[in-house]
C-alpha cells in the first residue's frame, strides 16, 4: 500500500476551482516533485495535504489512516506530515535549537534531555549543528531553512512537504539547501517538493508531476517526463524555464 | 493667613504627589490586569464577546476622562452607593487604562506576522500554546514601548481625580494656592511635580523603541 494516497482531490475558492481533481499515490521513501505555472495550484495541493487548507471533495490517506476530515489534531497531523515554506518563519525570540524543540517538548511532551537530543540529531542532519545557540536574525537566508527544515523533521514525520523553500533565497544560498534536501531523498525519506529547481528536480527526484490548470498533466520518471513531454503544455513549460 | 515659605509649598506639594504616583500605580496595575484579560478575550473566537469588548474599548477611549470619573463619583452615589473619591478615581482610572491598554496590545499582537501562526500551527501547536509560546513572547517586545509611553497619560490623567475631591498633586496645588495666593510658584512646581515623573518614563519609552527597531526584530 502506498504511504500518501490522494484521491479525487477537489478545492475551491469561493468560484475559483483550484484543484479539479488529483488523484497521486506515493510510495514510502519516494522523491516526489511537483512543478507547473504559478497559479496552477501546487501549494494549495500541499496545504491540503497537511490539511491547512480543508479540500471540498476526495480523500487523503497516509498510511492506513485517513488524513482529512477531523479525524487528525493538528498535533497528530504535525507527526505525519511536516511542511517547510519559501518564507523560512523561524520563531524570532527563540534560539535555534529552543526553535527545533519546541513542538517536540510542548506538542508530544518529550522530556526536555531526549528533546535536546533529537534536536542535536535533526540539526546535524542539516549541518547547523553550530549554530545551535544562535538567534535566526544572526543566520543567513540558507541556514534558516536549514533550521526551518530540522525544525519539521524534529516531529519525526512520515512525509515532508516543501513548498518552494529555495525561492526567497540569495542565489549562492539556494545549493546548502538542496543539498540538504539531496541527502534526505538518499536517507530514504518521502519528500514532495515544489521547485523551480529543475536541474534539482530532474537529479534528485524519483518521479516528476507536472501540475497544468489544477489538475496533473502529465507525470513520469524526470529522464523521459524532461527529455519527451506528451503534452504541448509540458514542452511549452520546460521551454519557458529551461 | 499664615505665611507659607516655598518649603512649606513644595513640602505639602510631595507630601500631596504621593497620592497621584500611588492612585497611578492602581490605575497602571489594575488597568494592566483587566486589559490583559480583555485582549486574550478579544482575541478569541466568540464574536459576542470580541464586539462587547469592542464596544467597551471604543466607550472609554470616545469620552472625556472627566466624564468617566464623574459617572464614577455621582453616578454610583446616584444608584445608591457610597463610594469614596479613592474608590471612584481608582475605579474610573483602572477601566480608562485597561480600554487604552486592550487596544494597544491587540494591536501589537495582530502586529505579529501570521506567518509565526502557520509555523507554529504546521508544528501541530493548538490556539493556546501558539499564543503562550510564540505570539506573546513576540508581542510582549513589541508592546513595552508604547505600554511605558501610555504609562505617561495615566499619570497625567490622575490630574483630574481632583475634580472629585481627591487630594493629590493638583488638588493639593489648588488648595495651597486657596491659602497662599502664589499661583504662579504653585502650579510651575505642580507642573515641575509632574514632569518629573513623566519625562524618565518618555525617555525610557523612546529609549526601548529605539533599541526594538534596532534590533532588527521587525
Ligand atoms: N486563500 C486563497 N483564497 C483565494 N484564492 C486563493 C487562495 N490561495 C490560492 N488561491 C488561488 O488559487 C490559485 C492557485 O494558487 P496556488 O496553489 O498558490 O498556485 P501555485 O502554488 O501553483 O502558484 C491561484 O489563482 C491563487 O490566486
Ligand atoms: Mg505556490
Redesign the interface.
Known sequence: MALVSVKDLHKSFGDLEVLKGIDLEIESGEVVAVIGRSGSGKSTFLRCL?Q?EQHDWGTIHLADQRLDGTAM???????NV??V?Q?F?????KTVVENVM??PL??KQTPRAEARKIAEEVLDKVGMLEKIDAYP?QLSGGQQQRV?IA??LA?DPKVLLCDEVTSALDPELVGEVLLVLESLAKEGMTLILVTHEMKFARDVSHRVVFMHQGRIHESGDPQTLFTQPKTPELAQFIASVL | MTDFTLWDIVRNLLLAGRWTVVLSLIAFAGGAAVGLVLTLLRMGGFKPIRWLIRLYVDVFQGTPLLMQLFLAYFGAAALGFDVSAWTAASLALTLFTSAFLCDIWRGCIEAV?S??W?????????YL?SMR??IL??AL?LAVPPTVGFSVQVIKGTALASVIGFVELTKAGTMLNNAAFAPFTIFALVALGYFILCYPLSRYARYLEKRLYG???R
Open positions: 497537511n491547512l489534531s493538528p498535533g497528530e497531523l504535525s507527526q511536516g511542511i515554506f518564507s518563519n523561524l520563531f524570532p525570540h519546541l513542538a510542548v506538542v536574525a526551518a525544525r519539521a516531529m | 506576522p506567518g509565526q502557520q509555523a507554529s500551527r504546521v508544528l501541530g501547536l493548538n500554546q509560546h510564540v513572547p513576540q517586545r534590533a532588527g526584530i
